[in-house]
Structure formats: structure tokens, C-alpha cells
């Protein structure tokens, strides 16, 4: 019979916990979605095509959590602030932005822990993007 080597599940990322990449693109898919519609977010993204940022924002993700690091293979260092300061990301698309993302992480089915985490980290993520005074 074979056994499960020892230390194995404390030492999965929180990227495999979750399901790997497959949990990352349905995530980002699912908020793209959203965003696809929303009066407000869909103009600040430059391109026409929503499948790049889409797939930028995937790779990230995947990094952050402790999966592959082909975000920064394809892109350098995050710098996300930096990253950001072209668009105005104030109160409003903040609030937009987590609108569309807490959708998304409701349509994982996440165990509670994983979505608590996951979430916390987003809120507080988008909170450190908030580039104007209001
Ligand atoms: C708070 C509201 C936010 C708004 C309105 C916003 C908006 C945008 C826009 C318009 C882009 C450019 C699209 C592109 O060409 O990639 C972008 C890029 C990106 N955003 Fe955000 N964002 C927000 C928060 C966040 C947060 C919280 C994260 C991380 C958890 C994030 C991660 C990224 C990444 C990784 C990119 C691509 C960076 C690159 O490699 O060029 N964003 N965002």
C-alpha cells in the first residue's frame, strides 16, 4: 500500500490546496466577467481584448499564491502600485473591483478557511492599489 509521504499535506502551497491553476483561471475568469459589463471598470482597461489582462492577472494570482512563477518570467517584478498609477483607481473602482472579484471567489466553492484567507488577502490587496485622495 502506499503511503502518504510525511510532511506532504502541511507542505502544499495554498496554490495546490485549492486546486492549482484550474481554481486561479476560473477565479479570474468569473471576475472578468464582470468586469466585462461594468459601466465603469470595462473603459480603464486599454486594450480591446479583456484576454490578456485576463491572463496577467491569472499569472499573478498563481505566483502570489505559491504556484509556478511565469508571471514574473513574462513581466519582471510585480510593482503593482506602480503598475496601476496610469488608471485612477479610486473609492469607486475599488469598490467595483471588489464587487466583481467576491462574485467570483463565491463561485469557487471554496472550503470556508481557504475563502476566508483568499478573500482577506484580496481586500486588503485592493485597499494598497487606491491611487487618488478620495
Ligand atoms: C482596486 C481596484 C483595481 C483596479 C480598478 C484595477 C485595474 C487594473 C487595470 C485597468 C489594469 C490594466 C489591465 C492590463 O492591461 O493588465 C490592471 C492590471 C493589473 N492588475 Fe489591477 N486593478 C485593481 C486592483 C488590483 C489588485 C488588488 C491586484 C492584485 C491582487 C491587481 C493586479 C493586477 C495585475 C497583476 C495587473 C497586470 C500588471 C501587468 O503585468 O502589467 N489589480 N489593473
Redesign the pocket.
Known amino acids: 500500500m502506499n503511503e502518504i509521504p510525511r510532511g506532504t499535506l502541511q507542505e502544499q502551497t495554498f496554490y495546490e490546496q485549492v486546486g492549482g491553476e484550474e481554481t486561479f483561471r476560473r477565479l479570474v475568469h468569473l471576475f472578468y466577467q464582470g468586469v466585462a459589463d461594468d459601466p465603469l471598470?470595462r473603459p480603464?482597461?486599454?486594450?480591446e481584448d479583456l484576454g490578456?489582462?485576463e491572463e496577467?492577472?491569472t499569472l499573478?494570482?498563481i505566483q502570489?499564491w505559491g504556484g509556478p512563477r511565469t508571471?514574473s518570467d513574462n513581466?519582471g517584478h510585480?510593482r503593482?502600485r506602480m503598475?496601476?498609477a496610469p488608471?485612477a483607481?479610486d473609492r469607486a473602482?475599488?469598490d467595483?473591483?471588489?464587487k466583481h472579484m467576491r462574485a467570483a471567489v463565491d463561485g469557487l466553492g471554496l472550503a470556508p478557511e481557504h475563502e476566508r484567507q483568499l478573500w482577506d488577502?484580496?481586500v486588503y490587496?485592493?485597499a494598497?492599489?487606491?491611487n487618488t485622495a478620495e
Open positions: 471598470l480603464m482597461y486599454p486594450e490578456p489582462a496577467r492577472l499573478f494570482l502570489y508571471y513581466r510585480p503593482l503598475r496601476h488608471f483607481v473602482a475599488h467595483a473591483w471588489l488577502y484580496l490587496a485592493a494598497s492599489m487606491v
